[in-house]
């Protein structure tokens, strides 16, 4: 009885796993991706046809639906033309120009429903490099065409605009500055130049039979040699517009150099007569600065000498008065002595009397003996006598002689009592000796 219930949900489980696997297979089996860039095209059992775009997804039905996935990406076709453009000379004769186009055209698939299926049975049923090579001789014819219909100039105009006369169009040439006539076959539109318009025309129908279209045409360069000889030419002139340029711009930077140089000469001059202006005013305040150190220097030497000459004169008088002081002490002290010598030797002799003269007639005899006999010499002694007394004559001359001795004696003594003995002192002395030694005697006798 339990095995059956486990045995059903056994059975439950696994029909929840089965489901769970094959749900989702079903589900992709009928409902499947279409990535972005992709074209999905399901027909049904009957020939109908349905088309997805992506990104999305499409539905079909296992075995009774058939689907087929193309490519809804821009197709990059480069291009290499070469041909001769419809040129003619002033006399109306064909004149052309060999050129070299080097191009990319731009085609993708259709949007409607018929050229996608144009394009999936005609285009994609194609190798890869079958849809490239039909695709360049397509476009490279059509760019051969266009250029046999088009001028050189055309070919290097810019983009088209405004409508001229004789039922064609016109496009403006920048670099010329004229309107060249485009063929009445071909519609001008905004925002295309020549060359594509006239590849669209002519690889149109072309390309719609394939189920394509054409997106654009981007000119990468146009070579010939009239372009090129125009591009030297060109060149030559930007060269000598750039030779002028820089020439004018040197000329103008010389003058501009040249112009600095005046001024700075000029700045410089005027700085030199400044500095030698300057120079003159310095010399002539140096000049009256040692005039004025020369006058205070003299003045200061005036002053100097002025003190110098008070100060000498005060220390002149200063001496003066110094060596008089010393002198008039000097003198008195001498005096003094002198007198208090001879007040001694006065003393001495009121003492002594004729002893003391005996005595220190003896003790200096040696010394007087000479000074005595020197002033003796020179004494002159007149003895007058009238004979009337015997014997007075003779004692006159002694006396004389005796005063005379004495005087000597006295100086002597004063000398070696005193030391100092003024020589006036002693003129004065000498003086009274020879005073004392010419006594004139006269005994005047009747």
Excluded at 29 to 34: E, G, H, S, T
Excluded at 111 to 130: G, M, P, Q, Y
Excluded at 338 to 358: F, H, M, S, W
Aim: proline residues 3%; glycine residues 6%; contains cysteine.
């Amino acid at each position: 009885m339990l095995e059956q219930p486990l045995f059903g949900v056994a059975i439950v489980a696994a029909v929840l796993i089965l489901a769970a696997f094959l749900i989702p297979a079903f589900i992709r089996a009928f409902l499947r991706d279409v990535s972005s860039g992709t074209i999905r095209m399901v027909t049904w059992w009957g020939g109908s046809m349905k088309i997805y775009r992506g990104p999305g997804k499409s539905f079909e039905l296992p075995i009774l639906t058939n689907g087929t996935t193309i490519s809804s990406k821009a197709i990059n076709v480069d291009l290499d033309i070469t041909d001769q453009t419809a040129d003619v000379d002033r006399s109306g004769v064909p004149n052309p120009i060999k050129v070299r186009v080097l191009a990319s055209a731009i085609v993708s698939v259709g949007d409607s429903d018929e050229l996608i299926k144009t394009a999936a049975n005609r285009f994609f049923a194609k190798t890869d490099d079958e849809q490239m090579s039909t695709l360049t001789d397509l476009l490279s014819s059509s760019g051969r065409r266009a250029v046999n219909l088009l001028t050189h100039d055309q070919l290097f105009s810019a983009k088209s605009g405004g409508s001229g006369g004789s039922g064609g169009r016109t496009a403006l040439l920048p670099d010329r500055e004229a309107q060249v006539a485009l063929p009445s076959t071909v519609s001008m539109e905004e925002d295309d130049d020549p060359l594509a318009i006239i590849i669209r025309k002519a690889c149109s129908r072309e390309l719609t039979d394939l189920g394509l279209v054409f997106n654009s045409l981007n000119i990468k360069v146009v070579q010939s040699e009239v372009a090129e000889a125009r591009r030297r030419q060109s060149a030559a002139e930007a060269t000598a517009n750039a030779d002028i340029v820089a020439a004018n711009q040197t000329r103008r930077a010389k003058e501009a150099q040249l112009e600095a140089e005046r001024s700075i000469s000029d700045k410089q001059r005027e700085l030199e007569q400044t500095k030698l202006a300057n120079a003159v005013l310095i010399a002539e305040a140096e000049a009256k600065r040692q005039d004025a150190l020369a006058g205070q220097k003299e003045s200061e030497l005036r002053a100097t000498q002025i003190a110098q000459a008070k100060a000498d004169s005060e220390a002149i008088q200063i001496d003066a008065e110094a060596k008089a002081k010393a002198e008039a002490i000097r003198i008195t002290t001498v005096a003094t002595a002198q007198a208090e010598g001879i007040r001694k030797v006065t003393e001495a002799i009121r003492d002594g009397g004729e002893n003391y003269l005996r005595y220190r007639q003896i003790e200096l005899l040696p010394d007087i003996a000479p000074a005595i006999a020197q002033a003796l010499a020179h004494a002159k002694l007149v003895t007058v006598h009238s004979g009337s007394e015997n014997g007075s004559a003779a004692s006159a001359t002694t006396d004389s002689i005796a005063s005379v001795i004495r005087t000597v004696l006295a100086a002597q003594i004063v000398t070696r009592n005193g030391g100092l003995v003024d020589s006036g002192q002693q003129a004065s002395v000498r003086n009274d000796g020879e005073r004392a030694e010419t006594p004139m005697s006269t005994g005047a006798r009747s």
